[in-house]
Structure formats: structure tokens, C-alpha cells
């Protein structure tokens, strides 16, 4: 069965330095989005992306963030320069056009120092 | 600002029990309404999705919307131990979903 896939699984970084983290959506899927959780608290939407540009974005989703898809399976989030707070689990979800169930990869979990 | 609210719980029910979930969200505009579950430390998994008031059966589980309430819950049957989960309610708005805080259900065998 086809999945969501995300690398890395797990990242480490010092505040201030440059993340990227990778997704490859289902293979048919049409549109793309980012979410993170921090420890504890709710899932928090920060981009929805269709048709090679930007959709939606949430208000967490500042200029420090910014999102490509370089190629044809492949969906990143940067995050320019990192800060603690960025410290969570972010999920990349895609789903097809026709419908709106959203399949979630398992996750990279970030931890900013 | 667009919120999801759920009683954060923990809920425990006895194995074979039915749990009964709860969410109220905050935008009438609001279109489509989900039920995810989430074991600790994984991602959300769709149980549910509906976009149109009454009930919705999916084996032991049943949604409920009420959009003049801007009510949606999830009723879980028969419940069995592997269901002890955090249940995720979220809310699509244009092409923004928004989720609850969740609410730990516990299954006592």
C-alpha cells in the first residue's frame, strides 16, 4: 500500500542553523501539506501547497519558513534559522484531488539546542 | 481564529464498553470533519470523516455531526484495549485543517 514517507526520522540541529526536512508524498496525490506538533500539545497546521505553489499557511508559518517541491516526488520544509521553540515533530500529509482524507507520514521529530 | 475544543480527558472504559468522544468547533464555515487517532509518539490515522449532519458507521465506530450545534462526536463499540489512543477531532476550513487537542481514551481489559 502506498505511503507517506518523511527523512529524516529524527534531526538534531543548533539554534540557528538551517533544517530541511524531506517528504515524498503518495505518488498520485495532488495536494501537500505541513503540520507540527510539539510534545504534548495539538497538531498545528503550517502550509497547504497545490499546483506548485502555496495554498493556505497558517500564522506559524512565518518568513523563516518555506516550503518547494524540487522535483516530481519530492516535498520539503526549511526552516531558515532555527530557534528552540521550533522544537517538534512535524508531519507531512498529501491526499488526492477528489478527496479529502489526508494520509500522514510518520513524522521527523527536530530537536533545536 | 478558528478553534477545535475536546475534552482532553483521560477517559477509561471497561473492554466491551462503548467510549463516547466529543468535539465542538468554533467556524459554521467549516466543511468536512475528521476522527484521527494518534498512539504516542506516531503519526495521526484517519478513522472517520463526515460532511453531513446524522451518523456515519464504519464497523464499531459511528460519527455523529450536528452542524447547527457545531457538534461532531465518535462512538466507539464494543471498545477493545488496542483502541487506547489519543483521538484527534479535526476540522477543514478552505484548505486548512484544524485539530483538537485530543482526548486519551484507556480500555481496562
Known amino acids: 500500500e502506498p505511503e507517506v514517507t518523511q527523512t529524516p526520522s529524527h534531526q538534531v540541529t543548533q539554534m540557528g542553523q538551517e533544517v530541511i526536512l524531506r517528504c515524498v508524498p503518495i505518488?498520485?496525490?495532488?495536494?501537500f501539506y505541513w503540520y507540527r506538533q510539539i510534545l504534548g500539545q495539538k497538531v498545528e497546521f503550517l502550509v497547504s501547497?497545490?499546483?506548485?505553489?502555496?495554498?493556505?499557511k497558517s500564522e506559524i508559518f512565518d518568513d523563516q519558513f518555506s516550503v518547494e517541491r524540487p522535483d516530481g516526488s519530492n516535498f520539503t520544509l526549511k526552516i531558515r534559522s532555527t530557534k528552540l521553540e521550533d522544537s517538534a515533530m512535524y508531519f507531512c500529509?498529501?491526499?488526492?484531488?477528489?478527496?479529502?482524507?489526508?494520509?500522514f507520514g510518520p513524522g521527523t521529530r527536530l530537536l533545536v539546542l | 481564529q478558528k478553534e477545535v475544543e475536546q475534552n482532553s480527558g483521560p477517559l477509561s472504559v471497561p473492554e466491551g464498553a462503548i467510549a463516547s468522544l466529543n468535539c465542538t468547533y468554533s467556524d459554521r464555515g467549516s466543511q468536512s470533519f475528521f476522527w484521527y487517532r494518534q498512539y504516542s509518539g506516531k503519526s495521526p490515522e484517519l478513522i472517520m470523516s463526515?460532511?453531513?449532519?446524522g451518523d456515519k458507521e464504519d464497523g464499531r465506530f459511528t460519527a455523529q455531526l450536528n452542524k447547527a450545534s457545531q457538534y461532531v462526536s465518535l462512538l466507539i463499540r464494543d471498545s477493545q484495549p488496542s483502541d487506547s489512543a489519543t483521538y484527534l477531532c479535526a476540522v477543514k476550513f478552505s484548505d486548512q485543517f484544524y485539530f483538537g487537542t485530543g482526548t486519551s481514551l484507556t480500555v481496562i481489559p
Open positions: 501547497f497545490y499546483n506548485n505553489e502555496i495554498s493556505e
Open positions: 463526515i460532511y453531513s449532519n
Open positions: 505518488s498520485n496525490h495532488l495536494y
Open positions: 500529509a498529501s491526499r488526492t484531488g477528489n478527496w479529502e482524507t489526508q494520509y
